[in-house]
C-alpha cells in the first residue's frame, strides 16, 4: 500500500502526542485524513485545518464520506498521569479495548467495506517486567495490569484478520519529543534535582516520535508486514543511564534519586509497573524489514529534542 492523495485513513487518537504529528505527516504525504474525537472544538484547536482532514465525533459519520484505506487506532486514556484507582483501570480498557472493539463492529457491518490494514497501539508493557533480559517480538511475558491491558487490546485488534485486514499491532516504548513523558520530567532535571528512580537499574526502552511517526507510514506502506512489532529505538538504556545522559544534555548534575519506597507511597502499583520495572526491548522486526531510525542512541535524540 503506497500511501496516496487516493487513501481515507481514520486515526483514533488523532489529537494525543503521536496523533498530531502522524496527521501532519499523512497530510504531507497528500492522504485524506479523518480523526475521531470526543471533543471536536479541542480537535480543531490542535490540528492544523487543511482541506483533506475532517474531524468526527461518531464512526457513524464515515458512512457518508469515501470508504476508509486505512485505520491507525491510537485511542487509549494516559496511564502515567496519576495513581491508578479501580475506576481508572476501567477507564484504561473501554478506552483502549473497548475503541478497538467499536471499530471492528462498525468496519464489520452488513455494506460495509474493511480498511486494507490496521495500525493498532500496543505498548511493551506487554511483556511485563524481566530483568535484563532482551525482549524481541517473541519475549516471554510476565502477567500484571499492564500486560493484561496490551494482551487484551491486541486481541481485539487481532479480530480484524478475520475481515481480511492486514493488522500490525506497535509494542511502544517511551515515546521522547517536545512534551509527553519528557515533559514531566525535565522541570527536576533543569534545575539540577533530578536523579534515577529506585535502584536506577531497570531498563528504559524508549523511541524519538519522529521514529514512532515514521514507523506507523512504515508499516501503513509495508503490504507485507503484519503482526508484533517492538516500536522501541535499537539501544535502551537503564534508567540510571538515562538520568545521567538528560542531565549531562542540559549541562546540569544528576544527584537526588528518587527512592523506591516514596515512589510507591504516591503512585501505588503504577510505580512498580511502569517506573521501578522495565523492558530491555529490542525492534528485531522493524529493523529486519528495513526500517532505518534518525535517532538510534539516546544523546543524539535528546540533544535534538532539547536543542
Known sequence: MSLTSSDHILVTGGTGFIGQPLCAQLLAMECRVTVLTRNLARGRKLLAPAPTLG???????????????????????????????AARKELFYASRVGMTERLFEYFSGAGRSPPTVLINGSAIGYYGAHGDEVLDENGAITPCFASDLCRAWEKAACQFESLGVRVCRLRTGIVLGEGGALAAMLPAFKLGLGGTMGSGRQWMSWIHRDDMVAAIAFCLSGDHLAGAFNATAPTPVTNREFAKILAATLSRPCLLPMPAFAMRLMLGEMADELLLSGQKVIPARLQEAGFQFSYSNLPQALAQILA
Open 55 to 85: 474531524l468526527i465525533a461518531d464512526l457513524q459519520e464515515l458512512d457518508g464520506l469515501p470508504a476508509v484505506s486505512a485505520v491507525v487506532n491510537l485511542a487509549g486514556e494516559p496511564l502515567a498521569t496519576r495513581r491508578w484507582s
